[in-house]
């Protein structure tokens, strides 16, 4: 990466690619039947939980991208 700020920038697309990979892998799984009936809800948790984990990493990106930007590194 050129600077610190371009590596904020890299890190907030991988947590969207994140999320997108989750609601995706979700989608796909509630495809099956078994897991529709017998596993949703804890499907359903750990994909919550995953991309909360993933906004937060956003969260915190975009700062550290507005801090470094704003200090020009």
């Given at each position: 990466m050129r600077s610190r700020a371009a590596q904020q920038m890299y890190?907030?697309?991988?947590?969207?690619?994140?999320?997108?990979?989750?609601?995706?892998?979700?989608?796909?799984?509630?495809?099956?039947?078994?897991?529709?009936v017998h596993l949703v809800w804890e499907l359903w948790w750990a994909s919550t939980l995953i991309i909360a984990l993933f906004c937060i990493l956003?969260?915190?990106?975009?700062i550290k991208f507005m801090l470094f930007y704003k200090k020009r590194l």
């Open positions: 890190n907030i697309y991988r947590a969207g690619i994140g999320i997108a990979v989750t609601v995706f892998g979700f989608a796909l799984l509630n495809l099956i039947p078994w897991i529709r956003i969260c915190i990106s975009l």
